[in-house]
């Protein structure tokens, strides 16, 4: 029972376009969000984070939408950068009195220079 | 800035053989976290500890046991070891007052021949 779900496996995208990562979930107790970078033989690294009462945050290049009615979230990246390309992973944490996060199956992203 | 140090950072056993991965959270964080990453897969949660108790459960094998000292490391004890447990194993760590990312290591590789 997958409850975070990253439907596109892979993604390109050429330099300077924007990319953008999709995630979906089932669980409505989900109230914290989390994005996350990773490359080969290394840890995840954070990215980005939304809680659930809000349906957007900006960091630079780093938008994270939320619309809590679908149960959808994404990752735009604008601009896309080469190094930019690496697996991420789209988390969920439960409300309080859980302390898991759950994670997706994650999204290979590539940027063509 | 210190980050998440786990070790070793890779490790190869035999079928029934023992490993012990260690983990050595952020300063001041006191909430860790295990995972399970199997190849192409996304990272699996095994089990948490808050304040040296354990926190939350996941997909934990019975042959597997953890636990958080009072220094707040934690280690991951696995027995009776299968080809199936070759995996790499992630742990992180939050500070449970603060904001709610979870900070990673760069993960333990595991190898059962």
């Known amino acids: 029972d997958q409850q975070v779900k990253q439907n596109s496996p892979s993604l390109s995208v050429q330099e300077g376009r924007i990319s953008i990562l999709n995630c979906d979930y089932t669980n409505s107790m989900f109230d914290y969000f989390l994005w996350y970078k990773k490359y080969p033989a290394e840890g995840p690294t954070f990215l980005i984070s939304?809680?659930?009462?809000?349906d957007k945050n900006e960091d630079g290049r780093f938008t994270v939408f939320l619309n809590k009615s679908a149960k959808h979230l994404s990752l735009h990246i604008v601009p896309s950068q080469p190094g930019d390309s690496a697996v991420y992973f789209c988390?969920?944490?439960?409300?309080?009195?859980?302390?898991?996060?759950?994670f997706g199956t994650g999204t290979r992203l590539k940027v063509l220079a | 800035a210190a980050g998440v140090i786990q070790s070793p950072r890779h490790l190869i056993k035999e079928k029934r053989e023992t490993a012990t991965l260690k983990c050595y959270p952020i300063?001041?964080?006191?909430?860790v976290y295990w995972y399970q990453q199997g190849p192409g897969q996304d990272p699996q949660f095994l089990i948490s500890f808050y304040e040296k108790m354990q926190s939350d459960k996941g997909s934990i094998p019975d042959r597997f046991s953890a636990q958080q000292f009072s220094d707040y490391h934690s280690e991951l004890n696995m027995s009776s070891l299968e080809l199936g447990d070759s995996a790499l194993y992630f742990c992180a760590s939050r500070s449970l007052g603060q904001s709610g990312e979870l900070f990673f290591g760069e993960g333990s590789r595991l190898t059962v021949l």
């Open positions: 300063p001041r964080h006191d909430t």
């Open positions: 988390a969920a944490k439960g409300s309080s009195g859980t302390y898991k996060y759950i």
């Open positions: 939304i809680s659930s009462i809000k």
